[in-house]
């Protein structure tokens, strides 16, 4: 019979509602149900597409006799991480502080007072390398709580104490200057790998914000050493296992440093990320690989992840059938030759092996192989290549796909307006603008109430009923800004400044600060508060960004003193740990270029019109602002007071409160854009 979870609206709880275990979603009534029996709470955070998360369920949760010890003993509560990114950043930073690692599943007990005593992530049925076994831990935990109360109590205000008092600073006084970002790209350059591209050793994880900062210092600078680190690490990603080379997109990370073998979850925001990153890499260099991963990852991405109601499913798992009925990782994407022959027939699969350096051994497990593109393969040809591509997707179609978690992140769907705003835009893609519109569209259907609140997530058209933290603040004003210089509408505008209003009013501290949720949202032991980049940008440089930008199109210094000591914690960190900060290192370039404010005005069916427009788009001046229309028209504060120049379309550039004669000419708004 379900559990109490089978009427939530996300995957990750709904695959744990026919578990033996009695789940709670986290809620006030489940803590009050451990304070009335008068046990300890079982916390257990994950998600969807979390492999381990998988074997754990299949292995305890799923089991009858370790359920009966976790149903009779605690109250067990199921908490799906990208639903609820506070719960699990605050329980996450104590395990983190108490074991020096962590991860996912994360498992902590909990007083009733939701106050934790004993952490751990991954358990095993039985005792394994070291690890007590899940039902030794249940067994121990609940002997201390009945018989070493006093001891667990003061083990948990212990931990509380610790992690309030864990302020963050933001910084000091004064926005990074020419010498942080210097020695940001110093420090970028002793950890990079010269072999493979990207940075550190292994797993590698891909730098998309990174990537974002090393371009951009370029631009600004004419670095060569920053635009060779992005050029290459893109190459090698592209190349490598990493990247699909048959449907397109990314997985989540390497296993290796070299890019061969991925973990092959398949994430919206790491695609989001990196769509957009390859798009800016052509626009800076030309290059056709980056035009090309930058559609395949887009087209992927609408292809695999559009939901009917237009907005994106967060994720696909790294699992599924092998056709055995086992769930396998990789199991969809691999390929061994006897595969490869299968499918094409012995002349082209012998061709494709080299091609793709598939090999007898395999690379990755059981003697398959994931598909690359290495750099000795020699000159290939073109036509042959397309027909084996498509017939191995045919044949990889007849494989049972991975499964998708299709609720709608209102943040990583902020991420992917972006980027597919951009992307289409650039590349000459209406359509991917269009769906980055559509996506936008959701959003304010569906997730934006009528005082600019917004909702984390939504699945199958339906709201859910967790708060948008500040990372979904920020990234869906960071799409809404990309859509509006895009398309020219500055309903869009509009919209982000609601948003970030809501950030100036909810979500700021002192001395530039800010939180990652709102001041009226709901209570935990500890206020989360993280500005290090990660998987994606964080809230706090994701808000700089669009707070930065927003200021740009309409001169307001409140955002702008907003982004600035926003940016204060980057003049702190960007020396020192420059591959954990790599948004707010972009943020910063575009602080110190200006940003530059750019506004054309004229006709839509003039030729010179949107010559200068494209000349815009084109420019690489780092967080450049862009808005285009008539010149009566009241959509965008920058066109205000704009007039044609001899009767024609003319573009005008400000930055630092200074702004250049207007100009007719292409060329000369393209030199305008690089002084």
Same mark, same amino acid.
């Given at each position: 019979?379900?559990?109490?979870?089978?009427?939530?609206?996300?995957?990750?709880?709904?695959?744990?509602?026919?578990?033996?275990?009695?789940?709670?979603?986290?809620?006030?009534?489940?803590?009050?149900?451990?304070?009335?029996?008068?046990?300890? &709470?079982?916390?257990?955070?994950?998600?969807?597409?979390?492999?381990?998360?998988?074997?754990?369920?299949?292995?305890?949760?799923?089991?009858?006799?370790?359920?009966?010890?976790?149903?009779?003993?605690?109250?067990?509560?199921?908490?799906?991480?990208?639903?609820?990114?506070?719960?699990?950043?605050?329980?996450?930073?104590?395990?983190?502080?108490?074991?020096?690692?962590?991860?996912?599943?994360?498992?902590?007990?909990?007083?009733?007072?939701?106050?934790?005593?004993?952490?751990?992530?991954?358990?095993?049925?039985?005792?394994?390398?070291?690890?007590?076994?899940?039902?030794?831990?249940?067994?121990?935990?609940?002997?201390?709580?009945?018989?070493?109360?006093?001891?667990?109590?003061?083990?948990?205000?212990?931990?509380?104490?610790?992690?309030?008092?864990?302020?963050?600073? *933001?910084?000091?006084?004064?926005?990074?200057?020419?010498?942080?970002?210097?020695?940001?790209?110093?420090?970028?350059?002793?950890?990079?790998?010269?072999?493979?591209?990207?940075?550190?050793?292994?797993?590698?994880?891909?730098?998309?914000?990174?990537?974002?900062?090393?371009?951009? *210092?370029?631009?600004?600078?004419?670095?060569?050493?920053?635009?060779?680190?992005?050029?290459?690490?893109?190459?090698?990603?592209?190349?490598?296992?990493?990247?699909?080379?048959?449907?397109?997109?990314?997985?989540?990370?390497?296993?290796?440093?070299?890019?061969? &073998?991925?973990?092959?979850?398949?994430?919206?925001?790491?695609?989001?990320?990196?769509?957009?990153?390859?798009?800016?890499?052509?626009?800076?260099?030309?290059?056709?690989?980056?035009?090309?991963?930058?559609?395949?990852?887009?087209?992927?991405?609408?292809?695999?992840?559009?939901?009917?109601?237009?907005?994106?499913?967060?994720?696909?798992?790294?699992?599924?059938?092998?056709?055995?009925?086992?769930?396998?990782?990789?199991?969809?994407?691999?390929?061994?030759?006897?595969?490869?022959?299968?499918?094409?027939?012995?002349?082209?699969?012998?061709?494709?092996?080299?091609?793709?350096?598939?090999?007898?051994?395999?690379?990755?497990?059981?003697?398959?192989?994931?598909?690359?593109?290495?750099?000795?393969?020699?000159?290939?040809?073109?036509?042959?290549?397309?027909?084996?591509?498509?017939?191995?997707?045919?044949?990889?179609?007849?494989?049972?796909?991975?499964?998708?978690?299709?609720?709608?992140?209102?943040?990583?769907?902020?991420?992917?307006?972006?980027?597919?705003?951009?992307?289409?835009?650039?590349?000459?893609?209406?359509?991917?603008?269009?769906?980055?519109?559509?996506?936008?569209?959701?959003?304010?259907?569906?997730?934006?109430?009528?005082?600019?609140?917004?909702?984390?997530?939504?699945?199958?058209?339906?709201?859910?009923?967790?708060?948008?933290?500040?990372?979904?603040?920020?990234?869906?004003?960071?799409?809404?800004?990309?859509?509006?210089?895009?398309?020219?509408?500055?309903?869009?505008?509009?919209?982000?400044?609601?948003?970030?209003?809501?950030?100036?009013?909810?979500?700021?501290?002192?001395?530039?600060?800010?939180?990652?949720?709102?001041?009226?949202?709901?209570?935990?032991?500890?206020?989360?508060?993280?500005?290090?980049?990660?998987?994606?940008?964080?809230?706090?440089?994701?808000?700089?960004?669009?707070?930065?930008?927003?200021?740009?199109?309409?001169?307001?210094?409140?955002?702008?003193?907003?982004?600035?000591?926003?940016?204060?914690?980057?003049?702190?960190?960007?020396?020192?740990?420059?591959?954990?900060?790599?948004?707010?290192?972009?943020?910063?370039?575009?602080?110190?270029?200006?940003?530059?404010?750019?506004?054309?005005?004229?006709?839509?069916?003039?030729?010179?019109?949107?010559?200068?427009?494209?000349?815009?788009?084109?420019?690489?001046?780092?967080?450049? &602002?862009?808005?285009?229309?008539?010149?009566?028209?009241?959509?965008?504060?920058?066109?205000?007071?704009?007039?044609?120049?001899?009767?024609?379309?003319?573009?005008? &550039?400000?930055? *630092?409160?200074?702004?250049?004669?207007?100009?007719?000419?292409?060329?000369?708004?393209?030199?305008?854009?690089?002084?």
């Amino acid at each position: 019979m379900p559990n109490r979870l089978a009427h939530e609206t996300s995957p990750y709880l709904l695959q744990h509602a026919d578990n033996p275990v009695d789940w709670w979603p986290w809620s006030a009534e489940a803590f009050e149900e451990a304070r009335r029996r008068d046990v300890p &709470v079982l916390l257990s955070v994950g998600y969807s597409s979390c492999h381990w998360c998988h074997v754990m369920a299949h292995e305890s949760f799923e089991d009858v006799e370790t359920a009966a010890l976790v149903n009779e003993r605690f109250v067990a509560v199921k908490v799906d991480r990208e639903e609820r990114p506070d719960v699990d950043a605050v329980y996450m930073e104590a395990v983190q502080a108490a074991t020096g690692q962590g991860g996912w599943p994360m498992t902590v007990f909990l007083t009733p007072d939701a106050e934790p005593f004993y952490f751990g992530t991954y358990f095993p049925p039985e005792p394994r390398h070291g690890m007590p076994s899940f039902p030794e831990v249940l067994d121990g935990v609940a002997q201390a709580w009945t018989d070493r109360r006093g001891e667990v109590a003061e083990v948990a205000a212990r931990i509380v104490k610790d992690l309030a008092g864990r302020s963050l600073a *933001h910084g000091g006084d004064g926005v990074p200057g020419e010498p942080e970002l210097a020695q940001a790209l110093l420090g970028l350059t002793r950890d990079y790998d010269a072999k493979s591209g990207g940075f550190g050793g292994a797993p590698k994880f891909p730098p998309s914000m990174v990537l974002e900062f090393l371009l951009r *210092h370029h631009a600004r600078t004419g670095a060569e050493g920053a635009l060779q680190m992005a050029v290459d690490t893109c190459e090698a990603m592209a190349r490598g296992g990493i990247y699909d080379q048959l449907g397109g997109g990314f997985a989540r990370y390497a296993v290796d440093r070299d890019w061969v &073998v991925p973990h092959f979850e398949k994430m919206l925001y790491d695609n989001a990320l990196l769509c957009r990153v390859y798009a800016h890499l052509w626009r800076a260099t030309g290059s056709e690989l980056a035009r090309r991963v930058a559609l395949e990852t887009a087209d992927f991405m609408v292809r695999e992840l559009r939901t009917p109601e237009g907005g994106f499913a967060s994720a696909l798992d790294a699992d599924s059938d092998d056709g055995t009925g086992r769930h396998v990782e990789g199991a969809y994407y691999a390929w061994t030759p006897a595969q490869l022959a299968a499918a094409l027939g012995e002349d082209d699969a012998a061709y494709a092996v080299r091609y793709y350096g598939v090999t007898e051994e395999g690379t990755f497990e059981h003697g398959s192989s994931v598909l690359q593109l290495p750099q000795d393969a020699g000159v290939a040809d073109g036509e042959r290549i397309a027909s084996i591509r498509a017939r191995l997707l045919a044949a990889r179609d007849e494989r049972a796909r991975p499964g998708r978690d299709d609720k709608i992140v209102a943040a990583w769907n902020g991420l992917a307006i972006a980027a597919l705003a951009e992307t289409g835009a650039l590349l000459d893609r209406p359509d991917l603008v269009e769906r980055a519109t559509e996506a936008a569209d959701l959003l304010v259907r569906l997730h934006l109430d009528a005082a600019a609140r917004l909702t984390r997530t939504s699945k199958d058209g339906h709201a859910g009923a967790n708060a948008g933290v500040l990372e979904d603040y920020a990234d869906v004003a960071e799409g809404f800004l990309a859509l509006a210089s895009v398309t020219g509408e500055g309903v869009w505008l509009e919209f982000a400044g609601f948003l970030l209003d809501i950030v100036l009013d909810q979500f700021t501290a002192e001395g530039g600060a800010l939180y990652d949720t709102a001041h009226d949202a709901e209570p935990l032991i500890r206020r989360p508060q993280d500005p290090t980049d990660n998987a994606t940008p964080s809230g706090w440089s994701a808000a700089a960004g669009a707070l930065l930008s927003y200021a740009a199109h309409t001169g307001s210094e409140p955002h702008r003193a907003a982004a600035e000591g926003a940016l204060g914690v980057v003049k702190a960190l960007g020396p020192r740990a420059p591959r954990f900060i790599g948004w707010g290192l972009a943020v910063a370039e575009a602080l110190l270029d200006g940003p530059r404010e750019i506004a054309v005005v004229g006709t839509r069916d003039d030729d010179a019109f949107r010559a200068l427009c494209r000349t815009a788009l084109d420019a690489t001046t780092p967080g450049a &602002v862009l808005a285009f229309g008539p010149p009566d028209s009241t959509e965008f504060p920058l066109l205000k007071d704009r007039p044609l120049v001899s009767g024609g379309a003319a573009a005008y &550039v400000c930055r *630092h409160f200074a702004c250049e004669a207007p100009t007719t000419d292409p060329a000369e708004l393209a030199r305008a854009l690089t002084r």
